[in-house]
Structures are given as C-alpha cells and as structure tokens.
C-alpha cells in the first residue's frame, strides 16, 4: 500500500494512478456496503439465544440431558396464561367459562404462516387449571420444543409469533368478561429477550452513529470529515456482517444477541477511533506536504504500526476467549476480532480514498479550517494541541507527585472491587423494563405451584430409585419427587407438568410426595430412570440454584451414578463456567497482551508499565462500578460473565490509548531523549487520543437503549472505563511514570534512546 501511495506523487502518472486506486477502493467498498447491508439484517436470523447450546459437553446438566434425550419424552417449550379477575375477586362460573372458550380457541388461533398454533403444539388441546384459592386460572400452551426455535416466513421464531399472537388475543378477548391476563412461562421469556434485542439492528446502530456524529462535528468543526470517518465505520460494519452471516449460517462460530449488540458497538468505536488517529496525522502531514497523496503517504505509514499494534493487541485478546468453556463467551472472540479486522481494513482503506476523492484540493476535506501548508513543519500550539502542551508541562515538572497521586486515586476505588456481586441473578432480573413474561410470573406465582413449571431432572440407576426419591425430598427448597413412570412418556417433558395449587405438586396427604401410589410402572432406559422434582422456587429464580446445588450434593451420597439437570441446573453450570473462565482466561491475555507490547515498543519495562497500569484503571473501574450498581442504580447483582467481558475490554481496548501514546513517545524519544519525547508526545497526541475516547465510550453507553442488565452494566463499565483510561491513566499516569523513569523505560535496549538532559 504504501509503495501505491509512494507512486501516486509522481505528478502525471501519479495523478491517473491515484484516480484509478481510489475509484477501485470506492468500488469494492460500494459492493461491500450493497451485499454487507443485506448481511446485516440477516444477522438476527442466524443467532442462537438457547444457553443449553453454549454449555461444554463436560457440564452435568448437559451429560443429564443427553441422557434425557434416550427416554424419548417429548420436549415442549411452555407459554403459560394467566387469568384473574379485573377487580382482583374469586372467578365465578362466567368467568371459568369464558377461560374455557378462550382455551378451546387458543389451538386454531393463526399465525403469520398461514398456518395455525395446533401446528407447534405437544398437545391437541390447551387445558383450563383453576387455581386452588378460585382467583386465577392457568391456560398451560405447551410448544413442541423441535419446533418452537424455527423461523416463520425467515423472521419470527415459532415461540415469538405465538406468544404474540396469544398475547393479541388476551388483550382482546379478555377485558370485555371482566378479566385480564399475561402470558408468561419460558416461551414468552425467550419472546421478550427477542424484543429487546430487536433493537440492535435500528435504535441501537441510529443512537450509537447519531452520538458519533455529534462528537466529531465537535472535534473537527467540519461538515465534511464527520462523515467520512461515519461512513468508514457504517461500511466497516457492512464487511463485518458480510463474513459473518454465512460463517453463524454454517455453525462454524455461534452468535447470540448480546454478541451482536458488542459487535455493532465494538466496530462503530474501533474504526472511528482508527479513523480519528489517521486523520489527525494526515492532518499534521499537510503542513508538511504540498500535495495530499504525498501527505496520505506519510501519515498511512505513520498510523500503520499503531493501529496494527492496536488492533493486533484487541484481537488477540478477544481470541483468549476461546479458551472459554462457556460458548457464549467463546464465541465472541471471534466474531468480536473479525470485527476489528473489518474496522482495520475500512480506516486504511476506504478512509483513504474518501479522503483522497478531491484530489489536489483535499483539503477542503477540512473545511473551513484547512491545513496550511509549513514547509518547516512548524505546529501552531492551539487549541487542543496548547491545552495538552499544558498537561504536558504539568506532568514534566512534577511527573513523581502526579503518577504518584493518581496511582493513590485509583487504588482507593479499586478497594471497592469485593463489593461487586456478580453470582448471577435470575432470568427475571436480566431486563430493566416491564415485561409481560415477568408481570405474569408475579401474578403466576401468587396462585399455582411454580416449581412445576421446569422441574429439576435427575438420572439415576434404577437400583438407587427409592434413595434417589427419599434423598431429594430431604433437601430444603424440594416440595415432591417422583419417578417418570411408563404411563407419563409423552406427557411429562422439559415443559414439566402444569402448575397446580400450592399443594398440588406432593402426591401425598400432606403434600411430601411420600406414600404415593405410582400410576404404571418407572420407565427404565439401558438401566436407568427419570426422577423429576418440584422446587418451591422456579427455575428462573436464583434461590433455586441453592437448592440444586444441594440436590447434587445428597445424590453424591447415593450408591450409582446420577447426573441433576434441567434449566435451573443449566443455569447453575453456566454461571459456575463463567467464573472458572475467568479465572483461567484473565491471566492468559496478560501475558499475551505484554509479549504483544514488548514486541511492539522494543522494550520490557515500558510494557509492564502500561500493563500494570491499566489493570489498575481497570481495577478503579470495578470498584466505581460496584459503588454505582449497589448503591445508585440499585441493581439485583451482575451476571458472572461481566466481569470477564469488562477485563477484556478494557485491558484490551484501553491499552490501545496508551498504544497510541507510546508510539510516538518512542518515535520523538529517539530524537530529543525520553523525557522531552514524553512531553512531545503527549501534547501531539492529545487531542487525537482525548476524541478517540470520548467516541469510544460514547459509542458503548449507546447499549443502554437495549433494555437488558448485562448490556447496560457492559456499557457502564466499558465507557467509564475507557474515559479513565484516556484522561488519566493515558495523560497522567503513564507519562508520570515513563517521564519519572527517563530513559530506563526502554530497557533493555535503552542505548538506542539519546540520554536526557541534566
């Protein structure tokens, strides 16, 4: 590329060469944007949001199911109605039987197909189930689970058009007999996560490029540049979906909807970031060349190793997840650096030519503050250039006392980090709006049994039923167990039995399942039998994880091998997976990303410097963050995959700030010694590094229009995170320290830097 651009100076043939180039990039790109475009509204289409799919083979809800699948019940996916009185009352025998209307219609309700609800059901016919107290009824839908996740006309899963359509019909039919209801259960859960991330493809892109937008007409007062660099980032996006639409279509890698809410974000702040660092140098080099081919040149080859750097350091750390056992965290490393690759390509090659497209009057790209041509390659100290060339001072003066000060700072709130909870929280909690599916488990658990709803499942031998019954029922949070007998096969499910009345669920006078009489005989598969139990917590709480933990527990005393699944023992292998990955996964990208720094600054205390650093940034960041989520927000804890999609982030990504400075702090070291390349360095990069971070962090507080938990603590911590990183760790502490230790920052190979002065 740059002999290309080396080419394009020559005055004639440069002139047709560089048409040419920049005709065939804008072509290219164009092709990107037309197919690109169409991959991204496809990228919903190829998701996988089941969390069963992203556990390891070795987790032991995944070993139970695998198991489950040979006694060939039927699995169903259950939307759940719930009906009471308007006026909160007991329901009469209108009420009932305007509930039985409704339940005998709900089977030939249509779909956007053409086809019909009865089409995906388990069974023929929706149940009526009063509940015990008379003032609710219970209308069980269970979806076939085969079926459930297929697409309707290549948009809706079968589980959203019917929750949609069961809800369309509740609010229809219902007000006029003086009712009201909710759909609710794990269909319409998975129906309302599908909803909130439907926004990912139109408000979250619109708010993230508007905020862009917004912050680069502020950085270059230009209405030309802003939307060069927009476009670079929309395109880079566009390249990025192109790659991976077919590679999730193929399940060569998973994408889920959280992994492509960062993806949006990820490549819309990283090419803007690649773009701003480009632009500025190109900038500064049109003082210094008369023609902007030969000022591109400079400042391609100026920007390469930084941004290489950069991005090589980010993807290689976003590879680290792979060693994940946990598939949603696996699968974002690669579909997370494909993006990066992507906002690469579009800063050095598209942002060129765009730029480059008025030829010898590019600088009216800058407009109406163009460069003027400096044949000494003078900078006029302004603006922000002086503002930093002040910092700088302050930092060369004192560089001990502000490194110092600032390292006591962010310790202090980096004392806060064992405050932030991140054990998990319920499937309830995850979203930050009302939703009907939560509303209508409120309601639900007020009148019938909801541990009934996806009961725990055990897999015993059949020599240990009666210890494997008699064990579970002595576990606190368990309300019955019961053997799958050959007369349940095909009604008995992953959906569990409808929900009864609080006492409903024991089989027993007293409601203990004890001294029931079994209905047929267990059904055994190769020598083994299907225990399922009631909790008294759904399987969407996190209190019932406590009682699966201790049902694993009593079946380790059990004689026989026994594995405990279902969804809440899911749910407890993959927040156990997340914290093990964690701890595997952090130190492998420390190491990575110090060997990736060494080999870029040529040194090896520099890169501990910076690294130390940013853990510590990234520390503060925590412990801020656990302050703001227990004690402003209010928050019912964190999911245990936050804390590792932070580190990576922000070790990640902060470090590139750092990347950007040391670069040229190392590029003006070899000319006027450490000291003064430190002051240098910062005050020319400043104002490039200052804009990154703001858009950067701008572009991730964007996830909190997606009304879910995760994302909205993943923006916090990663925008607060990168502006501590760019205003202090970037502009205080690591110039403090580098400038404190002279020249010994690029030891071993410290005689290669000019001594500073005494």
């Avoid at 040419?20 to 990228?43: D, I, N, S």
């Amino acid at each position: 590329m740059s002999t290309i651009l080396s080419m394009l100076t020559n005055s004639r043939r440069g002139t047709l060469l560089r048409s040419l180039l920049v005709a065939c990039a804008l072509v290219a790109w164009l092709a990107v944007g037309a197919f690109g475009g169409m991959a991204q509204g496809q990228l919903s289409t190829v998701q996988e949001n089941d969390p069963s799919v992203f556990l390891p083979e070795s987790a032991e809800s995944t070993r139970a199911s695998e198991i489950i699948d040979e006694f060939s019940v039927d699995e169903t996916f259950p939307a759940l109605v719930v009906i009471e009185r308007s006026d909160g009352g007991a329901l009469d025998q209108d009420d009932l039987a305007a509930v039985g209307d409704m339940a005998q219609s709900i089977p030939g309700l249509d779909l956007p197909d053409g086809g019909s609800i009865e089409d995906y059901l388990s069974a023929e016919q929706v149940p009526a189930i009063p509940s015990e107290d008379g003032e609710a009824a219970l209308l069980p839908v269970s979806l076939d689970a085969a079926t459930a996740s297929d697409l309707i006309e290549e948009e809706d899963r079968v589980s959203v058009a019917v929750v949609d359509r069961l809800r369309a019909e509740v609010s229809q039919t219902l007000p006029d007999a003086g009712l009201e209801g909710w759909v609710t259960g794990p269909a319409a859960g998975a129906a309302d996560l599908v909803s909130a991330f439907a926004g990912i493809d139109g408000i979250l892109l619109g708010v993230a490029l508007a905020v862009v937008l917004v912050i680069l007409a502020f950085v270059y007062r230009s209405p030309l540049l802003p939307f060069a660099v927009i476009l670079t980032s929309v395109f880079s996006l566009c390249l990025a979906a192109l790659v991976i639409v077919p590679l999730a279509g193929a399940d060569v890698l998973l994408l889920n909807g959280q992994s492509q809410g960062i993806l949006s974000i990820l490549v819309i702040g990283a090419a803007t970031d690649y773009s701003l660092l480009l632009v500025a140098r190109y900038r500064e080099e049109l003082t210094r060349h008369e023609h902007p081919a030969a000022a591109m040149r400079a400042a391609w080859r100026a920007t390469l190793e930084p941004i290489a750097a950069s991005a090589g350091t980010v993807i290689v750390g976003l590879l680290c997840l792979l060693l994940s056992d946990l598939g949603s965290n696996a699968s974002l490393g690669p579909v997370a650096a494909i993006g990066i690759v992507a906002a690469v390509f579009g800063a050095l090659t598209l942002l060129p030519a765009l730029l480059l497209i008025p030829g010898s009057r590019a600088r009216v790209m800058f407009w109406p503050k163009r460069p003027v041509l400096d044949g000494a390659g003078r900078h006029r100290e302004q603006g922000s250039l002086g503002l930093w060339a002040r910092v700088a001072d302050v930092v060369s003066r004192r560089a001990r006392r502000v490194w110092v000060l600032t390292a006591m700072a962010l310790l202090a709130l980096a004392a806060f980090v064992p405050t932030f909870d991140a054990a998990g929280t319920s499937d309830n909690d995850v979203f930050l709006n009302e939703t009907e599916s939560v509303t209508g488990e409120e309601v639900l658990a007020d009148h019938f049994a909801v541990g009934t709803v996806q009961p725990v499942e055990i897999v015993a031998d059949e020599s240990a039923t009666a210890d494997v019954v008699a064990a579970a029922e002595q576990v606190p949070g368990v309300v019955s167990a019961s053997v799958l007998t050959d007369s349940d096969q095909g009604n008995s499910d992953q959906g569990g039995s409808p929900p009864g009345g609080p006492d409903e669920a024991g089989s027993g006078e007293d409601g203990s399942g004890e001294g029931a009489p079994a209905e047929g005989e267990a059904l055994v598969v190769e020598g083994r039998v299907l225990v399922e139990v009631i909790t008294s917590d759904s399987a969407e709480s996190q209190e019932v994880l406590t009682t699966v933990t201790a049902l694993r527990e009593a079946m380790a005393a059990v004689e026989g091998e026994t594995f405990v699944g279902g969804a809440a023992a899911e749910r407890l292998d993959t927040q156990e997976t997340a914290e093990r990955d964690l701890r595997t996964i952090v130190p492998v990208v420390l190491v990575v990303i110090a060997l990736m720094l060494m080999l870029l600054l040529r040194s090896l205390v520099a890169p501990l410097v910076l690294l130390a650093a940013n853990v510590l940034s990234f520390a503060a960041t925590m412990g801020l963050a656990a302050i703001v989520f227990n004690h402003v927000l209010d928050f019912p804890g964190a999911d245990a995959t936050v804390p590792l999609y932070g580190f990576v982030f922000l070790v990640a990504l902060g470090i590139d700030y750092s990347i950007f400075l040391m670069t040229r702090v190392r590029e003006e070291s070899l000319q006027l010694g450490t000291r003064q390349g430190v002051r240098r360095g910062l005050a020319v990069t400043g104002g490039v590094i200052t804009s990154a971070g703001l858009v950067l962090a701008a572009t991730f507080s964007a996830l909190w229009v997606i009304p879910l938990l995760f994302l909205a603590q993943l923006a916090f911590i990663v925008a607060v995170g990168v502006l501590i990183d760019t205003f202090v760790v970037r502009s205080l502490l690591v110039p403090g320290v580098v400038h404190d230790l002279g020249r010994r920052s690029w030891w071993p190979w410290a005689k290669r830097v000019p001594s500073d002065p005494q």
